[in-house]
């Protein structure tokens, strides 16, 4: 295999020669200095994707070399001997060019560590930790739903008193022990992970402000734990633990923190609107009370008037609430309509257009954040190739820096391609690479990546016309008749007996064996891998060798002859399926389990909302709310039976902010807590609740989620137009499409959330 090397001096060299050769080194130090100071690559650098360095391709489950050549799958493991020397300057810009073709950053703190080895092992160990930190996130989100709430103080397992009395969750509360000693570990799981990064990072960790966040909320966290443990100011403690967890995922998770640092950044364009509509909404009332005041309970102060013009402005008590004034004079109408188109129909839509378009922009700040650090790390990649300072690399280096690649990725025929992806690089036919042709490197490396490797392999199976009937629509067509057959004699059979259900329970044992035949043509025609790759396939082979393990076990045991019925209901649901014979639905579900994932974490950071003011409510209203309470007598809040709905212990809440974000009827919690606290300023929570996990939150991820879903619908129709098109062109040729067949319809199989954002930024 060619490699690099850079030139060597000959013995009779002059001293001034060895002197030039010095200074040449020290240049090339300083420069590597100056190339890490500028590439700081501050955001990108911490948490990877799901698999940041073990991300076979898509078609990774064939053998693309030939015999007798080793690879390596990943970084992780290294490459093959002889090559075992990653201090080759070859060998660090491939790794730094395939986690940039695959959109994952190698800090190049770590190219450039004292211990390259040490720190890439450590660059490994954080991410592999991904999984251990996601799991922490969920414990700590998970935790509350089970302690006992701060105003309770008796012993469990009544902490909270009598359980008729007060209205809790019901779920079960643990010890205080036990939960401090779960933060305890996830502490511990934190830290570890700060601590690798720390080390491969080097100085560099403390120029990122999120490292310094992670370590103040480190530390906060352990003095949390610490005071709890001794008994010292055990109940501020753990309100101030509880508020800590929340920040956990936003400083830890990359993701969680991007959406985060976007919605902090359009909080001025909110505030802009925000007093907009609160402007419109007092001069409304002002007015309203002006007008109605001696007609009308509902506006016969000003107070009166601006809080029912405020809950009307979310339609939660439309008409009721202008309906007295509505009776009393027709005219009123004229009023109250203007006040909703203008306020609802008008502010609050501007209000979210402004919003969101702000959002837009903010993801377009992060998509380009991501671009620049994607071509600093192949600037890198090209500084440590070019040690000559020509500005270009001959094609003996990029030779070898395709051949490392190789080892990482599948290449199809990586040796007899290389000669090809160079000159897929070389646009200006010098045979040398410059600078700007080596940022092409990924786009070129990634269409051979995505090459679907066992096109050939798949039509040569297809080719044998002997079993090509099962491939015929009509063959289908008969096969999802069985499936409705037996889908309705397992039901019969349950509302049937004597010889009527013993006639039902040999024809479910025909249907099993005529399945049984099916997933066997299919295993023959397709191979076993082809048909197991297929999740309906799957679920068909598993129910159908159930079904026939109980008909051998029924000889000897006739109880097992009902559970057959069982199967052949659950088989049913596969009529589900039926759904994808439709192209177009078959692409929204495919589709859908591409945004969600995708998507999750700006899902996550509504969670988080939800649960500090969750949080925020127990700590206010804990309590309040009880079986007997005179101050709730006569509300609407008791009539309507809400009082279920409450702050009592961190599930209550959670149900009860569910609420408030369909804000049906949110009105009637506010006015039954003015009631039980006595006062007109609690109503403020619930408005600052509805402002913004509501009007500010909720509508950013609504938004957010229907245009990733739309955007990734075009892009997977687009995809099954083009291969459409190329099926069609090929049917003329000798490996024509046999009828029946549809096109296989290839859908992004993972998609990180800056993905996400590319292509709606791209879309916009």
Request: charged letters at 20%; proline letters at 4%.
């Amino acid at each position: 295999m060619p490699s690099f090397r850079p030139l060597h001096r000959a013995p009779s060299e002059s001293l001034d020669k060895d002197n030039r050769s010095a200074k040449r080194a020290f240049g090339q130090d300083v420069m590597r200095k100056q190339l890490l100071r500028r590439n700081t690559l501050p955001e990108i650098q911490e948490e990877g994707l799901l698999t940041p360095l073990r991300r076979p391709s898509s078609y990774s489950g064939y053998n693309l070399h030939p015999p007798g050549s080793r690879r390596v799958r990943d970084l992780e493991a290294g490459p093959d001997p002889p090559y075992h020397q990653l201090h080759s300057n070859v060998e660090m810009a491939a790794a730094l060019v395939d986690q940039a073709m695959q959109g994952r950053y190698l800090p190049l703190a770590v190219v450039y560590h004292k211990d390259y080895d040490s720190a890439k092992r450590a660059f490994i160990l954080y991410h592999q930790l991904f999984y251990a930190r996601a799991l922490v996130y969920v414990i700590l989100m998970l935790l509350p739903f089970f302690e006992i709430p701060a105003w309770c103080n008796d012993k469990l397992p009544t902490p909270c008193g009598d359980p008729k009395k007060y209205l809790l969750s019901g779920l079960p509360y643990i010890h205080p022990y036990v939960s401090l000693v779960i933060e305890t570990c996830c502490a511990v799981v934190l830290a570890w992970s700060v601590v690798l990064q720390r080390y491969f990072l080097g100085s560099r960790f403390w120029h990122n402000q999120y490292s310094v966040y992670k370590v103040a909320l480190l530390v906060a966290m352990c003095v949390s734990i610490a005071t709890s443990t001794l008994g010292i100011a055990e109940h501020q403690s753990v309100k101030m633990l509880m508020y800590l967890r929340i920040l956990i995922p936003i400083a830890f998770s990359r993701a969680i923190r991007g959406c985060f640092r976007m919605t902090v950044l359009i909080v001025h364009t909110f505030m802009d609107i925000t007093v907009l509509v609160v402007v419109f909404v007092m001069l409304s009332a002002w007015l309203a009370t002006t007008l109605f005041s001696e007609s009308t309970l509902e506006f016969k102060d000003y107070g009166t008037s601006l809080l029912n013009l405020f809950v009307l402005l979310t339609t939660a008590n439309n008409p009721s609430v202008w309906a007295t004034a509505y009776r009393t004079n027709r005219l009123a109408f004229f009023f109250f309509s203007t006040y909703l188109l203008v306020g609802f129909f008008f502010l609050m839509n501007l209000a979210f257009s402004v919003v969101y378009s702000n959002y837009k922009a903010q993801m377009a700040v992060e998509v380009a954040k991501r671009t620049t650090a994607r071509q600093g790390n192949l600037r890198a990649a090209f500084s440590l190739l070019d040690v000559r300072h020509q500005e270009w690399i001959d094609g003996a280096t990029m030779i070898a820096l395709f051949l490392a690649i190789g080892r990482y990725r599948e290449i199809s025929d990586i040796r007899a391609r290389t000669s090809h992806l160079f000159l897929a690089l070389n646009k200006r036919g010098d045979f040398k690479i410059w600078s700007d042709e080596f940022e092409e490197l990924c786009n070129v490396i990634a269409k051979e990546v995505e090459s679907p490797p066992d096109l050939v392999q798949l039509r040569r199976r297809m080719s044998k016309s002997e079993m090509q009937f099962v491939t015929h629509p009509v063959y289908a067509y008969v096969i999802w008749a069985f499936t409705l057959g037996s889908l309705a004699a397992a039901i019969t059979q349950f509302n049937v007996g004597g010889n009527t259900q013993d006639l039902l329970l040999s024809l479910e044992f025909l249907f099993g064996w005529v399945f049984a035949m099916d997933a066997l043509l299919k295993v023959c025609l397709q191979g076993w891998k082809s048909y197991w790759r297929t999740k309906l396939n799957k679920f068909d082979f598993v129910v159908t060798a159930l079904i026939l393990v109980l008909h051998f076990i029924s000889f000897f045991y006739q109880n097992g002859r009902p559970w057959v019925s069982y199967l052949l209901l659950v088989r049913g649901l596969r009529v589900f399926a039926i759904l994808s014979l439709i192209t177009r639905w078959r692409l929204m579900a495919q589709t859908l389990l591409i945004v969600i994932p995708a998507t999750a974490p700006i899902l996550a950071l509504q969670f988080l909302v939800c649960s500090a003011f969750s949080l925020l409510g127990m700590h206010l209203f804990g309590g309040l709310v009880y079986e007997g309470n005179p101050a709730l007598a006569g509300t609407q809040y008791l009539t309507l039976e809400f009082d279920a709905f409450n702050y009592n212990d961190y599930a209550s809440a959670m149900a009860t902010s569910f609420n408030l974000c369909v804000v049906n009827k949110w009105y009637v919690i506010m006015d039954g807590y003015a009631a039980a606290t006595n006062s007109r300023w609690s109503r403020i929570y619930f408005m600052a609740f509805w402002a913004i996990a509501v009007v500010f939150t909720l509508n950013v991820v609504v938004a957010f989620f229907t245009e990733a879903f739309t955007s990734q619908m075009e892009k997977a129709e687009r995809i099954r137009a083009r291969e459409m098109k190329r099926n069609s062109e090929e049917a003329s040729g000798p490996l024509r499409r046999r009828p029946g067949l549809n096109p296989p319809i290839r859908v992004t199989k993972s998609l990180s959330y800056y993905d996400l954002y590319e292509d709606i930024v791209r879309k916009t």
